[in-house]
């Protein structure tokens, strides 16, 4: 089966899903093409959700560009589309002349990128906006702007929200060639066709977002040729605090922003993250890894207590090598490729100027782009019924019993919310794609208690046996033969 359209996305990152939501508004067809079968499993799926606010990025740079400018449209974006968001503000703590001085290169790096109100401020100043971070820290850069995000709340969002109006999801589907037809095409055919397992796909515009896999799509595309890195980070979480800490820096290195301790949009503690070049895919976590990142904590936090460690992770940010920056635009090899490669960090924040930029790209390049006159940028968000007021679970109980059967009792999560997670579009089709839209498995028992119920309902709703339900991609079963209790 071979499907036509205007314009495909390779990548259902936070960068793809992004884009595929900015380009939905205009009189396009759209097909955004994943390898995984669900969104934001690669590298948006391990990070920590820091909306960093743009003052790291060397000025001029493409990272600077669209930094600043990511961050300050995330209030609009978690308006529209009903994620959450927390623009807290942060610091990065000096504790020397040596880091001040670094604090105020920060600044002026801040202050040339548009980042607004930074301040260098003394221990007073940082025990009044952050109590619980070091006493020994001397100095800190102020800045008001930051905030975080779950990052793959944010591109599920984006992604539903692209799906009602019109866009098509194609999950499992890894492209494995892509055809590419000469200049003489006629104006408006299809110039790529993109081999997929599960039927090709033929398009007008091709957008490469395709994260740590950017490379090989642009090398099949016969477009530009680089290389990626595998730059790992090991990550720590934390069970819940009674508050959230403000997002607590280092002073950064030249390859990282250093080990990060931040509060999360649902009351966790993340220490964030390591960077060290590792073998392609390696999502191992390590001991040496972890420890570094738990003596980084304590350095920023004193009283933080590591032994409350609920999970720890892995993953990898997709960095070209040779550059530290990102690279959005028209190929200059093959026209009608966009390349949106090598989104390593600061891509979670810069994700809402990212896709504005690629519009501007594609407009620049003689893409009509006409608004449709039905676009309806709203999503509401699901119905969380841990954080409902009683008056609205009592609302959703007598509407459907469902919602007062408890099945994740770390995150307060119902039945009725998983199914919710299941049908909605596009939907979970794994028990991490439940856990990642409502949160079932999350807590301090990381699915302990709820997976196996979890797993039924999957079954239910999806109309398979219990033993072919995926934990997360394909060949990720969890049972073999049937579940004690289950019908």
Known sequence: ?????????????????????????????????????????????????????????????????????????????????????????????????????HLEKLRSNGLANGVPELSIVGPERIHELEPRASADATCALWCPSTGFVDPFEVAIAALENAVANGVTFMRSAPVEAIEVAGSDATDGAARFTLVTPVGDVRCRYLINAAGNGAADISHMAGAEEFQMVWRQGNIVVLDKEPRALMPLYPVPTPVSKGVIVTGTVHGNTVITATAAVREPGDTQTYTNDVNALLTGARKLVPDLDTRRVVRAFAGGRPVIKGTNDFFIGQSDVVPGLFQAAGIQSPGVASAPAIAERMEHVMREAGVALRERVDWDPIRHAPDDFDRAPLARKEELIESDPAWGQIVCRCETVPEAEIVAAIRCR??????????????????????????????????????????????????????????????
């Open 1 to 101: 089966m071979t499907e036509t359209f205007d314009i495909a996305i390779v990548g259902a990152g936070i960068t793809g899903c992004a884009i595929a939501r900015q380009l939905a508004r205009y009189d396009l067809s759209i097909c955004v093409v994943e390898a995984a079968n669900d969104i934001a499993l690669g590298a948006s799926k391990a990070n920590g959700g820091l909306v960093h606010a743009g003052y790291d990025p060397a000025p001029g740079t493409v990272k600077a560009q669209v930094n600043a400018r990511g961050c300050e449209l995330y209030g609009t974006w978690a308006q529209e589309l009903g994620f959450l968001f927390r623009r807290t503000g942060s610091m990065v703590l000096g504790f020397n002349d040596e880091d001040r001085a």
């Open 426 to 487: 596009p939907g979970a089709v794994s028990v991490e794609g439940v856990k990642r839209r409502c949160r079932a498995g999350m807590g301090r028992c990381q699915s302990g208690f709820c997976q196996s119920r979890v797993v039924a309902i999957l079954a239910r709703e999806l109309g398979c046996d219990p033993s072919e339900v995926l934990l997360e991609d394909a060949g990720s079963w969890l049972v073999e033969g049937p579940l004690k209790r289950v019908r």
